[in-house]
């Protein structure tokens, strides 16, 4: 192509168009993305609820479920071997044990000082006083209750082993932990807060998608049979079974929900027109998985992921669409 000007014909050339740096640059925009640290302050908060309300829930049956002379069936010895097995660097309330054995403590006093310190950590962490040290140690001892107790853990201890490791490595403190008002520390860089918590987003993502897709695999879910066990077994059978009865027909619809909001979210948590009634949708879910089966700390860790990915983007969406609509109203 030529051009003409003023002093004869100039030669030009078009410059292509770099597609991978511009995909580059696309990804590079949405991980790294400014964001505000209302999400970190939800997420923090929000573990150390769970943690002090985990630790209470153990406080009668603590010394009970992790002394050395446990009679029962399932002993810390028992589950501390079979971990060994599997692997011999997976922290285990046993390390602590041996480590007071070292300097002179029993193992009573051991076990109560691991109590005492998992619930501190949470109490920490609700204050936002000591705010790194505070997830650091709530993650090591929770970890470690979880896994000497592995064959009485469920789906709760598993994400709260991850809420915790996110928190963990996340840029504390936030705005509203005691630790940034104390020392007037610098606000951590946007971008950074924005990639952690995309991190967090994909990770809740993938859990709901794949577990999911297990659900739909499974013909109960479609016919209500999973949701009719699940609610009529032991110690989760909180509804009687004349009331299941009397609303059997709802159970495969309650399954399909489950199954397609799930399987849905990642898919529906991103579009701005469907992030609200996707969130809400699956918080209401654990809500009633809650109150229906008492899985009380186990509802609570998913509300407490789920509002710190989506929860503070819904919210300020909500409230844009709002304004939005008074002032069409208004100028109408």
């Not at 592995?150 to 963990?168: P, V």
């Not at 998608?209 to 659900?215: L, M, P, R, S």
Request: proline content about 5%.
């Amino acid at each position: 192509m030529r051009t003409i000007s003023l002093f004869g014909s100039v030669p030009t050339q078009r410059q292509p168009i770099k597609f991978g740096g511009l995909f580059r640059g696309q990804v590079r925009d949405f991980l790294f993305s400014p964001d505000s640290d209302r999400w970190l302050s939800l997420l923090r908060i929000g573990l150390g609820i769970e943690i002090v309300l985990y630790s209470l829930s153990l406080r009668e049956d603590w010394n009970r479920l992790f002394a050395r002379n446990n009679t029962g069936f399932l002993s810390r010895e028992l589950s501390e071997a079979i971990l060994s097995i599997q692997s011999p660097f997976v922290p285990r309330i046993g390390w602590m044990v041996s480590l007071g054995e070292q300097v002179g403590l029993s193992e009573q006093t051991t076990l109560l000082l691991a109590w005492l310190l998992l619930f501190g950590s949470g109490s920490l962490l609700i204050a936002g006083v000591f705010c790194r040290s505070s997830a650091i140690a709530a993650w090591l001892l929770h970890l470690c209750a979880a896994k000497s107790g592995e064959y009485l853990a469920y789906g709760m201890d598993n994400f709260t082993t991850i809420g915790l490791f996110y928190l963990m490595i996340a840029p504390l403190p936030d705005r509203y932990a005691l630790d940034w008002k104390i020392w007037k520390r610098p606000r951590c860089d946007p971008q950074i807060l924005g990639f952690h918590r995309k991190v967090l987003q994909f990770h809740l993502c993938a859990i709901y998608f794949f577990g999911g897709i297990t659900k739909c695999l499974g013909a109960g879910w479609w016919n209500g049979n999973s949701m009719w066990r699940a609610l009529t077994r032991p110690p989760f059978d909180i509804i009687s079974i004349q009331t299941l009865l009397s609303w059997k027909a709802a159970l495969p619809i309650l399954g399909i929900a489950v199954c397609l909001i799930e399987t849905g979210f990642p898919f529906f948590i991103w579009p701005k027109t469907t992030r609200l009634v996707w969130l809400l949708s699956i918080l209401a879910m654990h809500v009633a998985i809650g109150f229906t089966m008492g899985l009380y700390l186990f509802s609570l860790i998913m509300i407490v992921l789920g509002l710190a990915a989506f929860g503070p983007g819904a919210v300020v969406l909500w409230q844009e669409r709002h304004v939005a609509q008074r002032a069409a109203s208004a100028s109408a």
